[in-house]
């Protein structure tokens, strides 16, 4: 007999309220790589993150951005967030790196 050791994500947190806090990555129409880290979980607000190629584990989210918005839910506080754009220049050294805000205590789902 196997055992199933694989967890339902949403089951590793106490409660979905626990992610109040937000990050917001909006592209500037150039090809731009992004690495969250915070102290405690994030999850992209997607319907399916896969989808757009973002990787999200435990603390750390990282993807690429070109146009559009991605947004991610944490908990805990951020840590560290770096963005270059397509020629490895890092933000804010470059105009064409993706803009980033990051709130606290966003409830409001």
Request: negative net charge; contains cysteine.
């Amino acid at each position: 007999m196997t055992r199933d050791t694989t967890e339902n994500k949403q089951s590793m947190r106490t409660d979905d309220s626990d992610l109040l806090n937000l990050v917001t990555i909006v592209g500037r129409g150039v090809p731009s790589n992004f690495e969250i880290s915070v102290s405690g979980e994030i999850e992209m607000v997607a319907d399916d993150p896969m989808e757009q190629a973002v990787i999200v584990s435990g603390g750390v989210a990282e993807g690429s951005i070109e146009t559009g918005v991605q947004r991610f839910r944490f908990s805990g506080e951020c840590a560290n967030i770096r963005a270059v754009d397509w020629n490895g220049v890092p933000a804010p050294e470059s105009a064409s790196s993706p803009t980033i805000h990051v709130d606290y205590g966003v409830s409001d789902r």
